[in-house]
Nanobody
């Protein structure tokens, strides 16, 4: 069964850091480009970052540029999202998503074939 699983979420103070991981079972993550989306309460889910299958191409939303870093270790079948300087308004559920797109990486939900179940990130003092 093809599955994406996020981990590493939790409670962090404003200005703090957190690293999310996205692991895959039932398929080879290295065959897919991966994106991170997030949904904060009361808002639609939004794209945050993505990385292509080899890890040589990354993109970030303006809102996270310079604070978030996406990376991957295909040998470990895992993609990471390192988040720094987190803000209370970034509290929400973070999702990893896999796309078979062959050029670049996915920045739209319509490009995604598989979703993780999401993980809660709470930024609060």
């Amino acid at each position: 069964q093809l599955q994406l699983v996020e981990s590493g979420g939790g409670l962090v103070q404003p200005g703090g850091s957190l690293r999310l991981s996205c692991s895959a079972s039932g398929f080879t993550l290295g065959d897919y480009a991966i994106a991170w989306f997030r949904q904060v309460p009361g808002k639609e889910r939004e794209w945050a970052s993505c990385i292509n299958s080899s890890g040589g191409w990354v993109k970030y939303a303006d809102s996270v540029m310079g604070r978030f870093t996406i990376s991957r270790d295909n040998a470990k079948n895992t993609v990471y999202l390192q988040m720094h300087s987190l803000k209370p308004e970034e509290t929400g559920v973070y999702y990893c998503a896999a796309s078979a797109v062959r050029i670049g990486c996915p920045s739209r939900e319509s490009h995604v074939e598989h979703w993780g179940q999401g993980i809660l990130v709470t930024v609060s003092s």
